[in-house]
């Protein structure tokens, strides 16, 4: 069949095993409100869609409107994004949510060059919006869509670099239904995420089989083509949870390295795994406990991957007589931690240690 024949059997089907065959439930499936769209989008991005649906549910019960959520404190906001990572998306989330409030006197941009023009929003969460909220004319391109195509015409380009990038946002354009987009780009997706999925696709009742070029040459497992990322930096934090008269000390990471806006304890971070023995000849962990000093509990080791860095480490629970001297940090209760953003690292500890309170 020739590629313009190809293309047309492509979106046709497609679009026929959508009506009569997808089942695929998610909350967020048909909304129009791009407030909702937005929310849902922003959580999605490096997160599964199980996992995310949880968070989209409890930020729509927190903050209902966009003017809610831009109102809201922003520690609150962070509390409620916990254990999602990346929480760069967050503070973009905030600074968009205010942006629009402000701004936009809270409408929502209906402009897909505007759409894209908002903090933490990239070129697939502007062609969601358009297209889901406002029937704009712009494909998805997101790593279902990556997949689908490379192996429905067999297309053996980085999906990582520019070109590919390029290839593929430019071929999925191409096959877009004009006059139903979002149905179109929906469509895409869930074909992606229950039929041409990443293993184990199911090949045998593929409405595009017959066309299916990866499939006639039998490289479906090889596409699509993804260059290597290289390799994550690794990290070692053992943190001091310093005890005095009921309280620990925390404070506010800063916005030069990860977790930026979240709380944590005392950090001593090395350049390689240390034991306990010398993480007490360091010069803090030596001031802390100069005074009548008991260690409580020493952690098993922590492991958390990020997209670019591995974390590991401890947590020492000390015990200490004296108040100690700690620039920018302040000394809260065991309660109120239950109230404060932290990193996912900590939180594990916090919870499987029996801090009960941190629990939801």
């Excluded at 070109?163 to 987009?181: D, H, I, R, V």
Aim: glycine letters at 6%; one cysteine or more; aromatic letters at 12%.
């Amino acid at each position: 069949m020739e590629i313009e024949g190809k293309k047309a059997f492509f979106t046709r089907n497609l679009l026929l095993w959508n009506k009569k065959k997808n089942k695929r439930v998610m909350p967020w499936k048909g909304e129009k409100d791009p407030y909702k769209i937005w929310l849902s989008e922003i959580i999605l991005q490096q997160t599964r869609v199980e996992q995310g649906w949880e968070y989209y549910n409890r930020f729509l019960k927190a903050y209902p409107t966009v003017k809610k959520l831009a109102n809201a404190p922003e520690e609150k906001v962070f509390k409620l994004w916990e254990g999602l990572g990346y929480y760069s998306r967050c503070k973009n989330l905030i600074a968009t949510a205010r942006f629009i409030a402000k701004e936009k006197n809270g409408k929502f941009p209906d402009i897909h060059e505007e759409i894209l023009a908002l903090k933490g929003v990239g070129p697939y969460t502007a062609a969601a919006i358009a297209s889901f909220a406002f029937d704009l004319p712009h494909a998805v391109v997101d790593g279902n869509v990556f997949r689908v195509l490379s192996r429905y015409f067999g297309i053996s380009n980085d999906i990582n670099s520019s070109a590919g990038k390029k290839t593929f946002t430019s071929l999925a354009n191409e096959l877009l239904q004009q006059k139903q987009p979002g149905i179109y780009n929906q469509a895409i997706m869930d074909f992606g995420a229950v039929v041409c999925k990443p293993q184990k696709p199911l090949c045998a009742i593929c409405p595009l089989k017959k066309e299916c070029v990866a499939l006639s040459k039998n490289i479906v497992e090889e596409l699509p083509v993804k260059a290597k990322q290289s390799e994550r930096k690794k990290r070692w934090f053992y943190y001091l949870i310093v005890e005095h008269e009921g309280k620990v000390y925390v404070h506010k990471r800063g916005k030069s390295d990860i977790w930026e806006n979240l709380y944590e304890f005392i950090l001593l971070e090395t350049g390689k795994a240390n034991t306990i023995e010398k993480i007490r000849l360091a010069p803090l962990f030596k001031k802390l406990t100069e005074h009548k000093a008991e260690i409580k509990a020493i952690s098993k080791l922590y492991l958390q991957h990020l997209s670019h860095q591995t974390i590991q480490g401890r947590f020492i629970h000390i015990s200490i007589k004296k108040t100690p001297v700690l620039e920018g940090f302040e000394a809260v209760s065991f309660s109120k931690l239950a109230q404060l953003p932290f990193p996912r690292f900590i939180t594990r500890y916090l919870t499987e240690s029996g801090y009960k309170a941190l629990e939801r």
